[in-house]
């Protein structure tokens, strides 16, 4: 194969591992979210009034909560699929990316039936490899578990939002509380008793290609309208969440370098006037938002920390379409990888498997808020789509 192939080959994992680092930057914010309290225990009584006189305005949270609701915006246009009917060819049978999804975990599920020698982690890991096989169902378990992780985050920040608050405003947070909680009520029966109607609304805007362009632009913004940087007792967004965001904004780059798109993007720019090519191009919506991302991640966050800025240097530098196969050859084989497999098909495997890892992680992370979480979500994809698909996909 040709250097070209190669890297063609090579985009979809880099893609993968774009959305893996995406996932793994919400651990240090949730961390910080709940446990940053329990380091201001160690400060001392006297500076503790001091900040407590000098703080007029609401205590700073990692990352933000405006910032967390632009992350849920871009990331439910990412999965928009996951949540609307799409049916298959037979009865009970799924289409979109829930059908691939269902298809995928019954494949996998009906493989470790009938293996009989596998042990307790091999049949997990071969049902999540069988299950995430497909670039579809991939991306629909990505937008599940970010909204889960989202909806933990922003229940951690309005935990930590919540009492000084209460404390600020007293008695008038209160009755602005429950106005907005009783504002909300007619919302909530609306949307009850018009699901159909709102659905179908819905169904027409969402086959827009544009949604799918807002995406990127609403993360840049939810980056750009993060909290700054600071340690946990001040309430600063993680370097890490930074390293990882800057890393997967790296890794989207590269994939679509790696599958060609850079060039065919590119091309009107040579071909017609720079205004005429700028105006409605697709190269602006694709690597606009993550140019913009990288520089205000780097001039703001990353600038003045050289062990973070590293870091990120150094993941970029591994997920390059150049580097990462060369690479991956000689790990795959030191850690005895089947060589009948395309080393590509073996890293999205590697990848699928961690990923796992990382989604399980946040359950430690988030605590009970993460299962109350994926319980909504659980129930939610189950009144849209039925029961009747996972019973089959089960059988």
């Known amino acids: 194969m040709s250097s070209a192939e190669v890297m063609r080959a090579f985009a979809e994992v880099i893609f993968r591992i774009g959305d893996l680092l995406s996932l793994a930057s919400l651990l240090p914010v949730i961390l910080a979210c709940r446990f940053g309290d329990l380091r201001k225990r160690h400060i001392q009584s006297n500076q503790k009034k001091e900040q407590e006189q ?7 949270v990692p990352l933000g909560f405006i910032s967390t609701l632009l992350l849920i915006a871009a990331e439910a246009l990412a999965c928009r699929g996951v949540f609307f009917v799409t049916k298959g060819k037979g009865k009970a049978t799924l289409g979109g990316p829930m059908g691939a999804l269902v298809a995928g975990v019954g494949k996998g599920y009906k493989t470790v039936q009938t293996t009989k020698s596998l042990g307790f982690l091999d049949r997990v890991s071969t049902m999540v490899v069988i299950a995430f096989d497909q670039e579809t169902a991939f991306n629909a378990v990505h937008g599940i578990a970010m909204l889960v992780a989202l909806l933990t985050l922003s229940t951690a920040i309005l935990g930590r939002l919540a009492f000084p608050v209460m404390k600020q405003c007293g008695r008038g947070a209160c009755k602005h509380l429950f106005r907005l909680m009783a504002l909300a009520v007619p919302v909530f029966l609306f949307g009850v008793l018009r699901w159909q109607t709102i659905t179908k609304a819905w169904k027409m805007v969402q086959t827009e290609k544009s949604l799918a362009d807002i995406r990127m632009f609403l993360r840049a913004a939810a980056l750009i309208a993060a909290t700054g940087p600071g340690s946990d007792e001040d309430g600063g967004t993680p370097a890490m969440f930074m390293v990882l965001q800057a890393s997967s904004l790296v890794c989207s780059f590269w994939a679509h370098l790696a599958t060609g798109d850079l060039a065919s993007i590119l091309k009107p720019f040579f071909e017609n006037p720079l205004l005429t090519a700028a105006m409605d191009s697709s190269a602006m919506v694709t690597f606009l938002p993550i140019v913009l991302g990288l520089l205000w991640l780097v001039a703001v966050h990353l600038y003045h920390r050289p062990g973070p800025f590293m870091l990120t240097t150094l993941i970029s530098s591994v997920s390059s379409p150049v580097v990462l196969p060369s690479l991956w050859a000689s790990v795959a084989s030191n850690l005895g990888l089947s060589s009948s497999l395309a080393p590509e098909k073996s890293l999205s495997q590697v990848v699928s498997i961690v ?24 129930q939610l994809l189950l009144r849209i789509h039925g029961i009747e698909a996972w019973e089959q996909a089960f059988a």
């Open 54 to 60: 000098q703080q007029d305005k609401l205590p700073r």
């Open 355 to 378: 990923y796992t890892l990382v989604f399980s992680s946040l359950y430690c992370a988030g605590g009970t808020v993460t299962f109350i979480s994926t319980v909504l979500m659980v």
